[in-house]
């Protein structure tokens, strides 16, 4: 089999790479990709494509993509791996859920998105939603819980992970900068800092001003090894808080847009250190809270997701692909996308 990595965000490289893995595994091949984003994260071993004719030239079974689109005209099945969690941000709730007609394969990751997509699947009929699990997450569990982050940063006390989105109306950062670095300074807990790479440069660069023996800003295309690092997040209403709960750890936020009692929410700065210290309780009630949320959004801790993927991506193949109903036609979509790529041959 061959399958294609289309990335059209930073993000989508952390989230690809167990994939390729997977398929690597089982003496397949992957090529990338890479459009809208800078191809400096790729390895040297990993075969970029760097141009549409390459991709049609390619000829790929399948095409996996991470963002809400993906070129039409490339061969194989478009298969849907998404960008994250649904948040809960109260703008994206029908976004998460939004059909676009690109897609012929999406691969959810449990009970907050399966039964929803597979609805959708019946209701427009040209494409299918198989539960898989995400492949971003299967790291999490392939390895021990520690992590030689800690280990290289030579850091014994407790690890503070501090992560926000760049949604100016759900951000957190500018309201818990000075509280930050006023912890930081005292030195109980070491920070550890990475932004949203959509973030203002301005946020960014605060941030980055707070770097020191108790802080270390970190900008990175694979937030995994931070994630296995850390105790405790600070966060806001930011995807990346489940991905953090998985490993059945704490997560206190700031005004999070949909609270519950799996999180430790926080409206106010100074409230944070207060709020900090009962997360790192790991009180019996808390962390059940966090194990029942968790299951309910991604019930597996198997690693094993891209293999999922792989195979309900080779079911739908022998199975579903060509015999579904045509997708919708949308015209100045599909120009728009031509002229994305600059690729005009039908």
Known sequence: MRYLFFVSKLYGYSIVRPMQAAIRARGDE????????????LHNDEQQLKTAKEVMDYRADAVFVTSNWVPYFFPGAKVQLFHG?????????????????????????????????????????????VETGWPKIDPLFQTD???????QLGIKKPIVLYTSTFSRRLT?????????????????????VNLHPKMPPAIVDSYKALEGSNLSFIETDNIIPLLKAADVMVSDTSSVVFEFMLQDKPVVTCRHRNPGPHLLNIQEASELESAIDSALTLSPELMSE??????WLHPYRDGRSSERVLNATEAFLKNDYGKLKP????????????????????
Do not use: M
Not at 91 to 118: A, M, N, V
Not at 145 to 151: P, V
């Open 30 to 41: 992957a090529a990338w990709f890479v459009h809208g984003v800078s191809d400096e994260y």
């Open 327 to 346: 997708k919708p036609l949308n015209f100045g979509q599909r120009i728009s996308t031509r002229k994305k790529l600059r690729y005009w041959h039908w």
């Open 290 to 295: 966090i194990r029942k949320y968790a299951d």
């Open 172 to 192: 957190a950062a500018p309201r818990l900068h000075d509280t930050i670095a006023q912890l930081a300074n005292e030195g109980r807990w070491h920070w550890l």
């Open 85 to 129: 969690f649904n948040a809960e941000k109260r703008d994206e709730q029908i976004g998460h859920f939004r059909i676009r007609g690109d897609f012929d394969l999406y691969c959810t990751q449990g009970s907050s998105t399966t039964p929803k997509f597979q609805q959708l699947a019946q209701q427009h009929g040209y494409f299918r939603a």
């Open 145 to 151: 819980k520690q992590t030689g982050l800690r280990k």
